[in-house]
């Protein structure tokens, strides 16, 4: 009984491997390298999709596929890539800002290997907050329940400095919610919290979906003293988000806010030549490339090679030069 199934067994093996075509054995061989981006409904995931896309319209070429992969965001993106975890990660130029500098989470231990490949599209540091809570500036959170994202991530750094700097104290003035970015427009239309804070690209599908829930949601614009005095940082810009895309949004008008670019990084040892095509494929297939997601729409090539807050790759130096965007 034993020796008759084993022999049906590699009978059927050895049908089901004559059928199946070459190719599908050859992509077995493919050489693949991940792009670390963020969860799948950000524009991270969307980001390095659209990277991995132009890049791989010549996989035969280069023999190389890229993968965009789902993470945790920024902190983790830089950790993967920094011990040689992942080839290349998505993150916001501040949280490479702190890596770089051995500030926050990396606080004394600065990570000297990181490497620029391309600037993307520009976050907007967003609140969004129910309508029914009454705030209509960063002052009037005094009191509410607010979420800031899991501790450690780039929203919590980001949220928490922005507190201080207004005065309030996290401690005293405010209930604090610790969950998740990905959770909080649940929360939200829960009743759970009031407000929560998100650093992302726009339109944003997540916000969409909570502008259409029971609970109306505005995105509160913070003062634009705020916005003037730390927009001086390298690392932040100020920004305007717009609202076209977001039609049961209560805010009837784009908000000014404070933005900071995404990058996408490797690591100093990655192969010169494949960040060099990354970046060749991108910029050859530019338009192309613009129209995988609304928050690419702005884009211009300056954008893509300025900005960039830690040193860029020996590859991705290369192409910008001979494209003539670097002297």
């Known amino acids: 009984m034993i020796l008759a199934t084993r022999l049906l067994l590699l009978l059927f093996l050895a049908t ?6 070459p190719s599908f054995l050859l992509a077995f061989d493919e050489t693949m390298q991940s792009i670390k981006t963020g969860n799948i409904t950000g524009v991270y995931y969307a980001a390095g999709s659209a990277v991995a896309k132009m890049h791989n319209r010549k996989l035969k070429e280069y023999n190389l596929r890229l ?3 789902a993470s945790e965001g920024s902190v983790s993106n830089i950790d993967d890539v920094a011990n040689g975890l992942a080839s290349f990660g998505i993150a916001q130029a501040n949280a490479l800002y702190f890596a770089k500098n051995g500030k926050h989470y990396w606080q004394d231990s600065p990570q000297d290997k990181l490497r620029s490949v391309l600037g993307l599209y520009t976050e907007a540091f967003t609140i969004v907050a129910a309508v029914d809570a009454d705030i209509n500036s960063l002052a009037d959170l005094k009191g509410k329940t607010v979420n800031i994202g899991e501790l450690g991530s780039t929203d919590s750094i980001q949220a928490t400095s922005i507190l201080k700097t207004v005065g309030l104290d996290l401690e005293k003035d405010l209930t604090i919610s610790e969950k998740p970015t990905y959770e909080a427009t649940e929360l939200l239309q829960q009743g759970d919290i ?3 804070f998100y650093t992302v690209g726009h339109p944003n599908l997540s916000i969409k979906e909570a502008s259409h829930g029971d609970r109306k949601i505005m995105i509160v614009a913070p003062d634009q003293e705020l916005i003037d005095s730390i927009s001086q940082r390298e690392d932040l810009v100020d920004m305007v988000i717009p609202i076209d895309y977001y039609t049961e949004l209560a805010n009837k008008e784009p908000i000014h806010s404070i933005g900071v670019k995404a990058i996408l990084f490797c690591n100093s040892d990655a192969d010169k030549e494949v960040v060099y095509h990354i970046v060749k494929e991108v910029f050859e297939n530019f338009e192309l490339f613009k ?9 211009t090539p300056e954008k893509l090679s300025t900005g960039l807050i830690v040193p860029l790759h020996p590859g991705a130096e290369r192409y910008f030069k001979e494209a003539g965007l670097l002297r």
């Open 16 to 21: 089901f491997t004559n059928s199946i075509s």
């Open 67 to 69: 993968i965009a992969e």
């Open 194 to 196: 009031d407000a929560y």
């Open 291 to 299: 129209q995988q997601h609304p928050a690419f729409a702005n884009l």
